[in-house]
């Protein structure tokens, strides 16, 4: 069993910090861990929101907020290079989170390119620089069919890219119950398909639910996609968060 998602945010980047991760994955009998951070996180990634602070005053005291606790990237890999020089009873990985700007693809793939990090998780937060997530009434006289149509226009962007390994949470977009007038079949499928080509994990993201919704998994097991699980978890007691129930659904026949 693995949790791929699990963000250390809210702590000390020391070992004594992550290893309260690694006891709770211990007790929940996990196989492997991927400790991670949003890319917000780091001072490096902060040109790739520049379209998006200045998008709406809401979204530029959001980002204005995040940069004084901001890391630098080298940092995180101290961190991630004094943990993998010690030993576990479960095996620890080390990741990032990134929001994907297609307009600064370049910028994150320099980022990346060095093959640090063990999981490079891709996530769409932003449709055309807008966040979608953050609050329902933000789509108040919105367009949900142009919304969901650039959404996933940008998550077959994200997965073609060739930058990642893991889409994370691949119908982040429903988190509202908010849904367009057309059937979404062909949508899922053409980013499955996408997913499997290009090699990479479709998240099953326990954060709420058993990850995808029920139309969209089906597709993605006919299709024959590999899975990615995890939990999200932003604190410690969520690590390993239902990833026994999702494992089960993903490999019941």
Same mark, same amino acid.
């Given at each position: 069993?693995?949790?791929?998602?699990?963000?250390?945010?809210?702590?000390?980047?020391?070992?004594?910090?992550?290893?309260?991760?690694?006891?709770?994955?211990?007790?929940?009998?996990?196989?492997?861990?991927?400790?991670?951070?949003?890319?917000?996180?780091?001072?490096?990634?902060?040109?790739?929101?520049?379209?998006?602070?200045?998008?709406?005053?809401?979204?530029?005291?959001?980002?204005?907020?995040?940069?004084?606790?901001? &890391?630098? !990237?080298?940092?995180?890999?101290? =961190?991630? +290079?004094?943990? /993998?020089?010690?030993?576990?009873? %479960? $095996?620890?990985?080390?990741?990032?989170?990134?929001?994907?700007?297609?307009?600064?693809?370049?910028?994150?793939?320099?980022?990346?390119?060095?093959?640090?990090?063990?999981?490079?998780?891709?996530?769409?937060?932003?449709?055309?620089?807008?966040?979608?997530?953050?609050?329902?009434?933000?789509?108040?006289?919105?367009?949900?069919?142009?919304?969901?149509?650039?959404?996933?226009?940008?998550?077959?962007?994200?997965?073609?890219?060739?930058?990642?390994?893991?889409?994370?949470?691949?119908?982040?977009?429903?988190? &509202?119950? !908010?849904?367009?007038?057309?059937? =979404?079949? +062909?949508?899922? /499928?053409?980013?499955?398909?996408? %997913? $499997?080509?290009?090699?990479?994990?479709?998240?099953?993201?326990?954060?709420?639910?058993?990850?995808?919704?029920?139309?969209?998994?089906?597709?993605?097991?006919?299709?024959?996609?590999?899975?990615?699980?995890?939990?999200?978890?932003?604190?410690?007691?969520?690590?390993?968060?239902?990833?026994?129930?999702?494992?089960?659904?993903?490999?019941?026949?």
């Amino acid at each position: 069993m693995k949790d791929l998602h699990i963000h250390i945010e809210r702590g000390a980047y020391t070992a004594e910090w992550v290893e309260k991760f690694i006891e709770k994955a211990v007790e929940k009998n996990l196989d492997e861990i991927c400790l991670l951070e949003h890319s917000i996180r780091f001072r490096e990634f902060h040109p790739t929101f520049k379209e998006a602070r200045e998008y709406s005053l809401y979204q530029r005291k959001w980002f204005d907020s995040k940069v004084p606790s901001a &890391h630098s !990237l080298n940092e995180f890999k101290a =961190l991630a +290079d004094e943990i /993998r020089s010690r030993e576990y009873s %479960v $095996k620890v990985s080390f990741g990032l989170e990134i929001c994907w700007f297609e307009q600064h693809s370049d910028i994150i793939r320099e980022l990346t390119c060095d093959g640090f990090f063990d999981y490079l998780l891709g996530s769409v937060h932003w449709v055309d620089n807008w966040t979608f997530n953050q609050r329902k009434y933000q789509w108040l006289g919105k367009d949900f069919n142009h919304i969901y149509k650039r959404y996933f226009e940008l998550e077959n962007s994200l997965v073609q890219s060739g930058i990642f390994d893991i889409i994370a949470h691949p119908d982040l977009i429903t988190c &509202h119950g !908010l849904y367009p007038d057309y059937d =979404l079949t +062909d949508t899922y /499928r053409e980013l499955c398909e996408n %997913v $499997k080509k290009n090699n990479m994990l479709l998240e099953m993201n326990t954060s709420k639910g058993l990850g995808v919704n029920k139309q969209f998994f089906d597709i993605a097991k006919n299709v024959g996609v590999n899975f990615s699980t995890g939990s999200d978890a932003h604190r410690v007691e969520d690590v390993g968060r239902k990833i026994k129930e999702v494992t089960e659904l993903i490999d019941h026949k």
